[in-house]
């Protein structure tokens, strides 16, 4: 041991970069930046062996799961894995008091017994293709910007179109370093995906929001599901005609486990970094934004859990929004925190000081990048104010649920009020649909505690928002009961036609000028539509104008930083487009006097259910197999192993991404950060930065063990 950290610490100072973990790359240009780093830290396979067009590679067997998720295949017969956590929804979705999937967990025992999950498609990357020229094409450096930007959609548009002709595929241009490159991603969709395997919500789960975002962590966050294929292996809706799909490609799992220092790569889509952003921006994240949105969410927070603690049904029609509120809730305060602890703004201003004098160095990057600091300085002075509205538009006013519903119901209501005649068809168009989002709606909608969000929202939106900001409908409630919210929300509530959701449907499936007539004098859609139409106006537009400046500026900032240091490899901000990020299986220190060990195992599931707390209660059967240890061939040094951390730098998106080792085999399933490491997405610290995997062996010790579902693990390639 301590002659292996001596190694370490040695090592650590002749080849300090190989340390530095940060970065999520892109799969094609691996061989050209990656590779060597990669090989450092141990890793044996080619950049051919991760992507490549001809031949199968690792990219073939993972997929964008639903429309945030990752999940990769582990079989040839289109076993899919993902976290507990991303097929959520679908778990949900098949459950009901009767049939609990939540609570008991699921697993199909053959191939008949997989179910359906209507609108879930997975989405394969079938190439990336730098475009930059052909984006760029006609474009010239002093063009006006609104006429460069509808040339590159135009090019973009052309491109995405030619690489699609006559196939099925699906296909977008997507700007990199805030468009100073572009790139094409071609994609198949298969939109048969049915549900295979999931644990109980006391495993899948476990932990709950207690423990999510933290280390050291005992959830066992994976679910299962298999791609079907019409006969032809090719993408077919639902049919109970099709069949299992063969992958190109699927992912051998290695049963070897794992040990400090291994190396780890995570391959997968992450959503949305922020890496390069000035110390303005990052002041309005950690000083201006998060503050308010974490204690607006705790407040709706406390709300869903006080009802949902007393009432099952409740429990479960709320159990999925609750852990969706409470996820950015938590990452947000994570966040702030780590974002002061760094010293963020301070590096950053230091950067952006180093960058001043750089320019200041020649008259010529003078002309170039001069007006930039400054300029961004004023865009981000006018940005605050909007800022700060939008975020009590989301997190408050959205934070009501019948307010997001009845937004949806604009565009057909307000057909009737065009002054030309009314698009028939296009009204029938909308009635359906709405008809089909009214029942989805009301499924899962519980009104009290709608109600009580309501309160308490739109009574923080009438004391934070500006005058000029409130709609009328609101002041004249307001006015009209004299504040008192008790009776302003009763009469928001009992009054309105979204109050009922059988005549809502009645009026949907009859819509015609009356109709809209009557909807337009409902309180609930007149509060709706004023409110949209005075922040579209006063707020998200100019905001978005503001933003959209902001992306030019930093494609020029980008650009400057890029010639400062010339040295420097920069990689590209996530942008939903498939990463490889690669770093080692380590642990962390916390803060002072404590040290955290890499890897968790079934004694601290244990531990933590003796603690009496809702988030960890377990199954009695998982208790049973560890009083026994009845681990079967699963068992490592007298237990199981759970979860463990590595220093690869993911973000949300990258849930459900497979994590494999030196020799590409899968050894885990990522699924979340370390809580001291949430400002990654914003600057990444090597030193508290790790993300969260379930050890696969634990997965498949709960499908043998636990759930008896061994023909799972036959279809899979063990390497032992
Ligand atoms: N924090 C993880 C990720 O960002 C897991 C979220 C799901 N779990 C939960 N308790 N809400 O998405
Ligand atoms: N749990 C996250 C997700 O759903 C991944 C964790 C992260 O943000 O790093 O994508």
Known sequence: MKRLSFIVAFSLLLFPSVYADEGMWIPLLVGKYNLDAMKAKGFKLTAEDIYSINQPSMKDAIVMFGRGCTGELISPNGLLITNHHCGYGMIQYHSSVEHDYLSQGFWAMSLEEELPCPGLTVTFLNRIEDVTQRVLQGVESDMDEAIRQSMIQANSKTIADSAIANSNLTASVEPFYYGNQYFLFVYEVYSDVRLVGAPPSSIGKFGGDTDNWTWPRHTGDFSLFRVYADKDNQPAPYSAENVPYKPKRYFPISTKGISAGDFTMVYGYPARTEQYITSQAVHQVANVSNPVKISLRQTRLDIMKNYMMSNDTVRIKYASKHAGVANAWKKWIGERNG????????????????????????????????????????LYGQREHYLKADDLRREAFAAVEINRFALQFTRLVEEYYTGSEPDLALIEKQSKGLIASTRRFYKDYYSPIDREIFQMMMRYLSEHLSDSLQPKALKGLIQQYNADWQKITAKYFDESL???????IYYLSNFDRKAANYMKTDLVYTLNAQFDSL???KVVTPFQMVNDELTVLYRTYMKGLMEMQPNRIFYPDANFTLRVAYGNVEGYSPCDA????????????????????????????????????????WAVNGTVPVSFSATNHTSGGNSGSPVVNAQGHLVGVNFDRVWEGTMSDIMFDPAMCRNISIDIRYALFIIEKYAGATHLISEMTLIQ
């Not at 979204?498 to 809502?504: P, Q, R, V």
């Open 339 to 378: 974002l002061i602890r760094l010293n963020a703004i301070e590096k950053k201003e230091a950067l952006e000081q180093q960058f001043s004098q750089w320019v200041n160095e020649t008259q010529e990057r003078v002309e170039e990048y001069g007006y930039l600091l400054p300029r961004f300085s004023e």
């Open 498 to 504: 979204f109050a009922d959701s059988t005549k809502l």
């Open 535 to 537: 922040f579209n106006e």
């Open 594 to 633: 404590v040290d955290y060990l890499y890897y968790t195992t079934l004694e601290g599931v244990v531990e933590k259910s003796q603690m009496g707390v809702y988030d960890y209660e377990v199954p009695a059967k998982l208790l049973e197999l560890h009083k026994a240890k009845d681990y079967g061939r």
